[in-house]
C-alpha cells in the first residue's frame, strides 16, 4: 500500500498543466516606461511620488471626517467588501477541492415486514414439518412461532475520494479563481478612489456655492438700492419709467439666478450625505457654517506613468480579470482527457450497535475513470469559448492602460489650464476692487452718483464670483488628478469600521 501511494503521488507531482502559461502583457512599452506623463511639462507639477490620502493636503478637518467616514461606511463600499470576501471563500473552496475528501456516514433503519409474508413463512414450515417426522416437525414448528421478519438495520462508517489532477483542471481551476479573488480585491480599491474623489469634488462645489449665493444676495441687496434710488428719481422727474423698469428687471434677474445656486446647494449636502451612508437632511447642520475654499498644497506632485499603471487599481483589476480567463483555457482542454479519482469506502452493518465490529465490516478502494470520448464537439466548443473570453480580456485590460494614461494626462491638462484661468480672474478681480475703491473716492467728492457706484459694485461682485468660480474648478481638477493618479485606497479605513469624529463641529 505504501508503493502504491508513493507511485501515484510521483504520478500526480508530475502530472502535467493544460493551457497557456500566464504572462503578463506589455502594452504601450514606450509610454509606459516614460520618465513623466507627457503633459505632465506644462501643468506645474513636481516630479515626486504623491501621498495617498491627498485629501489630507487640503487642510480641510470637514472634508477628511466625510472622506473618512464614507470609506467606512459606505453602501457602495461595503457591497464591494462583501464581494471580495466571496471571491476569496471561492478560492478557498478550489483549494480545498484539490486535497482528499473524506466524510462518515451513519444511517439507522426499521425494517417491518408485512403480515401476509409471515404467514407464509409459517404455512410453509407447517407443511415442512408434516412431511418430516414428529420429532423434526416439533422443532420446525417451534421455530416457526418464533419467527421474527421485523429487524433493526444500522450502518456505520467512512468514504474518502482523490481525484488526481494529472492534467492541471483543480491547479487551473485554483489559479483562475484565485486571480478573481485578486480582482474583487482592485474592485473595491477602485470604488475607493473614486469615492473619495466624488466626495471631495462634492464638497468643493458646496463650498464655492456658499460663496457664490453670499454674493448674489450683495447682488441682490445692490439692485434693490438702485431700483430704490430710480424710483426716488422717477418721482423728483429725474428718471423715466423705463429706467425705473431697467432696475426692476436687473433685480429680478439677480433674484432668479439665486435660485438655482440655492437648489444645487442643498442638492450637493444631500448627495454628500448619501455617499457617507446617512439620511438626507443629515449634514445640513454640520456644514452649514460657510467655511473657505480649500487651497491646493504648495507642490502637486505626480509621479512616472509605470508607477500609475501599477498602482491604478482599474488596471490591475483589468490584468487579474485577464488572468483568470486564460486559467480558464485550460480548465476547457481538460476535458480532452480523463479525470481519475480514488475512491474509498469503510462500511460496518448490523442488525444492532453490539454488532458493528470487525466481522460486519466492507472495505472498497478503487480508482474510477471518467473520460468523455464522445461530447460531439462539446469540449471544442468550451476551449473556443475560452480562448475568445480570453482575447476580449486582453483588449479589454490594453485599452484600460491606454485610458489610464489618457485619463492622467487629461487631468494635467486641465489642470494646467485652471492655474491660468484662477490667475486671470484673481486679476479681474483685483481691477474690479481697485475701480470699485476709485468710484467711491469719485462719489465721495460728489463727482459721480451712487447709482454708478451700485453699477461699479455689482460688477466688483460679479467679478469676485467668476474668480470663486475659477477657484472651485482649480481645486476639483486638482481632486481628478489624484483619481487619475489611483490614489486614495492604500490605508484607507475597513468598510463598516467605527470611525473617530475628528472634525471639527
Known sequence: ????????????????????????????????????????????????????????????????????????????????????????????????????????????????????????????????????????????????????????????????????????????????????????????????????????????????????????????????????????????????????????????????????????????LDQLALMIGQVPGALDARLAAQQPIPQLPAQVRVDDPAALIRRRPDVRQAERELAASNAQIGQALSGYFPQVTLVGNYVAVGTSPGELGGDSTATLLAPMLRWSIFDFGRIKAQVAQARAGTEARLAAYENTVLAALQDANTALSNLGSARRQALVAQQAQTSADRASELMQQRNHAGASSLIDLLDVQRQQLSATDRAVQAQVQLVVDFIALQKSLGLGWQDAPVPGAAQPDTASR
Open 1 to 268: 500500500m505504501r508503493s502504491a501511494l508513493l507511485a501515484l503521488t510521483a504520478l500526480l507531482l508530475a502530472g502535467c498543466v493544460l493551457g497557456p502559461n500566464y504572462v503578463r502583457p506589455e502594452v504601450a512599452p514606450a509610454a509606459v516606461n516614460a520618465p513623466q506623463l507627457h503633459r505632465a511639462a506644462n501643468a506645474g507639477v513636481v516630479s515626486a511620488l504623491p501621498p495617498s490620502r491627498w485629501w489630507l493636503q487640503l487642510n480641510d478637518p470637514q472634508l477628511t471626517w466625510l472622506i473618512d467616514t464614507a470609506l467606512a461606511h459606505s453602501p457602495n463600499l461595503r457591497a464591494a467588501d462583501a464581494r471580495v470576501r466571496a471571491a476569496r471563500g471561492l478560492a478557498a473552496q478550489r483549494r480545498a477541492e484539490r486535497l482528499p475528501q473524506v466524510g462518515a456516514l451513519g444511517a439507522y433503519a426499521r425494517v417491518d415486514s408485512p403480515d401476509s409474508a409471515e404467514d407464509a413463512s409459517r404455512d410453509a414450515a407447517e407443511g415442512l414439518a408434516q412431511a418430516t417426522d414428529p420429532a423434526t416437525g416439533t422443532a420446525i414448528r417451534q421455530a416457526s412461532e418464533n419467527l421474527e421478519l421485523d429487524e433493526d438495520l444500522y450502518v456505520a462508517g467512512f468514504d474518502a475520494s482523490w481525484e488526481l489532477d494529472f492534467f492541471g483542471r483543480r491547479r487551473r481551476a485554483l489559479e483562475g479563481a484565485a486571480a478573481q479573488a485578486e480582482a474583487a480585491q482592485a474592485q473595491l480599491a477602485d470604488a475607493q478612489v473614486r469615492l473619495a474623489a466624488e466626495i471631495g469634488q462634492v464638497y468643493v462645489n458646496y463650498r464655492g456655492l456658499q460663496q457664490r449665493i453670499d454674493l448674489g444676495q450683495g447682488n441682490v441687496v445692490s439692485a434693490q438700492r438702485s431700483l430704490e434710488l430710480t424710483q426716488q428719481r422717477r418721482s423728483r422727474g429725474a428718471a423715466s419709467d423705463l429706467q425705473v423698469e431697467r432696475m426692476r428687471g436687473q433685480l429680478q434677474q439677480q433674484q432668479a439666478m439665486l435660485l438655482p445656486l440655492q437648489a444645487q446647494r442643498e442638492a450637493a
